[in-house]
């Protein structure tokens, strides 16, 4: 309820604790599901003190229950068990703390586990975090590979000595962090996101061995799977053994079998890539080859042809037909030129004989009038009219008589 405070009227501790108590007396039991990480049955206690976590996030209560409750499931039941717990939450008064007390324990059963993943699974697939075309290609050769793994674990020594025996330029960037338990999910889930911000690095190996489904449980965990999910770099999951299937294999880009196998999808081996471009160069060199000898042969036939051989062979046998013509052309304009005088002389002579200086040499004469008009008829002049006498060396005047 609310509660009429100030800095002049303040409530004492106790008070609140009171109330924070009341109302948490008023609250029913409730059904909770967590990993039980400390459990302590202190011989001839009849209580039995349990701290209850959730595997993905820091956040844990205390439990107590009656030693009669915990003895019914104490066979199935120890550390790092997931289970359900049916209990009623209390508060401690002098001490401030909230605590659940349990009135039955029931542990979480493998089968029960597989359905709760496959319908995570389902969930996850629905929003397209599974797809395929989601996953990104893995480089080449990637210069920094961030590697999320236990520390001193087998799956960390297979990466990296087989990585560096595969490249031994290969350079790493190693998070060790717990990779089962309740402290994993977050820890994991942190470094994927430390290596994802890192400019340097190219890709993300989460690396595990093999171990039962509880122990693998953490890498089905939703809060890993979309923060893989959100990185910008491509991640490669290489959990447990090859019948071994995590979520985080689904929504990785890459899956490989082991942590082994990791290795060498990862980077490629140098002795294969050496190999690689020996064959390309000696395929290159034959192509090459193959080539300049392919136009040395179409250079030798070029060369062997007659035109090529002997370049003045063709002008040589054109220079007599060349020469042949010439005369031929030289005769013919002579026998047009020929004809051509002849026929001018001809002409000429013709336009002579017909031209009116040689009618005058044979005594004739033109009579012209004053203004140069040609007399061709008597009745053209009248008596004593001067004209003009035109003869053959010259010109007279002659005047009409009547």
């Not at 659940?100 to 029931?106: G, H, Q, S």
């Not at 893989?228 to 447990?240: D, F, H, M």
């Not at 013509?325 to 001809?346: I, P, V, Y």
């Not at 006498?389 to 009409?400: K, P, Q, T, Y």
């Amino acid at each position: 309820m609310a509660l009429n405070t100030s800095a002049d009227a303040p409530l004492p501790v106790g008070e609140v604790s009171r109330l924070i108590g009341g109302w948490i007396d008023r609250l029913g039991a409730v059904w909770v599901e967590g990993q039980i990480t400390q459990l302590s049955r202190r011989p001839g206690a009849g209580v039995v003190f349990l701290t209850l976590r959730d595997p993905s996030y820091d956040i844990s209560v205390s439990v107590t229950c009656y030693r009669q409750v915990f003895d019914a499931v104490s066979d199935v039941v120890s550390e790092g068990a997931r289970v359900v717990v049916l209990a009623k939450p209390e508060w401690y008064a002098p001490r401030g703390q909230l605590s659940l007390r349990a009135t039955e324990i029931k542990p979480v059963g493998v089968g029960e586990l597989l359905a709760r993943l496959e319908q995570l699974k389902k969930s996850l697939a629905a929003e397209g975090l599974f797809a395929a075309e989601r996953k990104k290609a893995l480089p080449f050769l990637p210069q920094l590979i961030g590697l999320v793994c236990g520390r001193a674990s087998a799956a960390e020594r297979d990466v990296l000595e087989n990585a560096r025996h595969r490249w031994p330029a290969v350079r790493f960037e190693v998070r060790n962090v717990p990779v089962q338990g309740v402290h994993a999910v977050p820890q994991v889930v942190q470094a994927v996101k430390e290596l994802d911000a890192l400019d340097g690095v190219d890709v993300i190996v989460v690396a595990r061995g093999g171990g039962s489904v509880e122990d693998l449980l953490p890498f089905s965990d939703e809060q890993l799977v979309r923060a893989v999910a959100a990185c910008r770099t491509p991640v490669v999951s290489a959990i447990g053994h090859e019948p071994d299937t995590p979520l985080l294999d689904l929504v990785a880009d890459l899956r490989a079998s082991t942590p082994t196998d990791a290795a060498k999808k990862v980077v490629p081996d140098v002795g294969e890539e050496y190999e690689r471009v020996r064959f390309l160069r000696d395929r290159a060199r034959r192509s090459v080859r193959s080539f300049v000898e392919r136009e040395e042969r179409g250079l030798a036939q070029t060369l062997a042809r007659p035109s090529i051989e002997d370049p003045h062979r063709m002008v040589d046998e054109r220079a007599e037909q060349v020469t042949s013509l010439l005369d031929r052309g030289r005769r013919t304009l002579g026998h047009l030129l020929d004809r051509a005088d002849s026929e001018l002389t001809h002409t000429h002579a013709r336009v002579v004989g017909l031209s009116p200086a040689a009618t005058l040499r044979r005594g004739y004469a033109v009579l012209q009038q004053a203004d140069g008009q040609v007399v061709r008829d008597p009745d053209e002049v009248t008596a004593g009219e001067a004209l003009r006498a035109r003869v053959a060396e010259g010109e007279f005047s002659v005047r009409v008589d009547a």
